[in-house]
């Protein structure tokens, strides 16, 4: 189940697959548009899962955090505190 949604002005694309052991590796693009263009991609290689939902699940909450972590390192400070 290839899951894609947008957040945070980030458009995520669960990219799952199904590798020789029978598992589900949690893979993740995560892409900033600029518009109609596509400004910078980030891929993410997780772990393994028994199940396409749990590695689409992990793959999607990993991207969330990263983009999380993305913005909350741009946020504006002053004298050095995060405001």
Do not use: C, H
């Not at 694309?13 to 199904?18: E, G, I, N, V, Y």
């Not at 693009?29 to 109609?36: K, R």
């Not at 793959?59 to 999380?68: S, V």
């Not at 741009?74 to 004298?79: G, K």
């Amino acid at each position: 189940m290839k899951q894609k949604s947008l957040y945070r002005g980030f458009y995520i694309s669960s990219l799952t697959t199904l590798n020789d052991d029978g598992r589900f590796e949690a893979r993740v693009a995560i892409m900033a548009l600029d518009g109609e263009r596509t400004r910078s991609q980030r891929f993410l290689d997780l772990e393994d899962f028994p199940t396409e939902e749990q590695a689409d699940e992990r793959a999607l909450a990993a991207a969330k955090e990263w983009i999380d972590a993305q913005l909350d390192r741009e946020q504006p400070t002053l004298s050095g505190a995060p405001l």
